[in-house]
């Protein structure tokens, strides 16, 4: 599902990325672990197609995204992968109906009357159904979170990637969103990879790659 060979990333005079490689099989659930600054969120990113290599390929779904186009990189996004953040990243002005269905505006060719009906049926089954038209304001940390993971799965994406998602939340809260995080990708076979500095949150996901030392020095 996901492979990085010999990826290469300035991030910064004397500082670089690079990743020698990282495999992912389809299905995975994988912790990218280590401390601040050791490159985990940047390796998410190179991933996810946030961030382009300078040098080396990122192939996710047999696509080799680092030679997309923006245009066709911004498509293949929408279509294969969610995105779940620490910061939850839902649009303040919209309900939480209205957020799970922004994102299938740009990707799915279905009437919007199905994106309705499938945003609705997200948000239940993360435990959100009496919540539907509750803006983010409104809502608790935890319910937030639970609103941008139904996101995440709007487009019946194959690769769900989530950067320090219970990094916002009390240890209880935490719990909830990783039992339903877990299960939800278990359920539909998909393939997860989050980044956390957490060790008892790394310790919950099947594998575990250490990020430590992927950002280094070199001369300028």
């Known amino acids: 599902m996901v492979k990085m060979m010999n990826v290469r990333r300035k991030l910064g005079p004397g500082v670089e990325f690079f990743c020698e490689s990282f495999h992912a099989p389809e299905g995975s659930r994988v912790a990218l672990w280590g401390p601040s600054g050791c490159g985990k969120s940047t390796m998410l990113n190179l991933i996810s197609g946030l961030l382009r290599p300078d040098s080396g390929q990122v192939t996710v779904?047999?696509?080799?995204?680092?030679?997309?186009?923006e245009g066709k990189l911004d498509r293949f996004r929408g279509e294969r992968l969610g995105f779940v953040f620490q910061t939850f990243n839902l649009l303040g002005p919209f309900t939480a109906l209205q957020n799970v269905m922004l994102g299938m505006r740009f990707s799915d060719t279905r009437p919007s009357a199905e994106w309705r009906k499938h945003a609705k049926e997200l948000l239940q089954r993360v435990g959100l159904g009496n919540r539907l038209n509750s803006?983010?304001?409104?809502?608790?940390?935890?319910?937030?979170?639970?609103?941008a993971i139904a996101r995440a799965l709007a487009?019946?994406?194959?690769?769900?990637?989530?950067?320090?998602?219970?990094g916002s939340l009390d240890p209880k809260t935490a719990k909830?969103?990783?039992d339903l995080l877990l299960e939800l990708c278990t359920e539909e076979?998909?393939?997860?990879?989050?980044?956390?500095?957490?060790?008892?949150?790394?310790?919950?996901?099947?594998?575990?790659?250490?990020c430590t030392g992927l950002v280094k020095e070199v001369e300028s």
Not at 61 to 69: F, H, N, P, R, Y
Not at 135 to 147: C, D, F, I, Y
Request: charged letters at 30%; a negative charge.
């Open 176 to 178: 909830s969103i990783m």
């Open 189 to 210: 076979k998909l393939t997860l990879l989050l980044v956390t500095h957490d060790e008892g949150i790394a310790s919950r996901l099947p594998e575990r790659f250490d």
């Open 61 to 69: 779904d047999g696509v080799e995204i680092s030679a997309l186009s």
């Open 155 to 166: 487009n019946k994406q194959r690769l769900v990637v989530a950067d320090e998602p219970t």
């Open 135 to 147: 803006r983010p304001a409104t809502m608790s940390v935890g319910e937030r979170q639970r609103v």
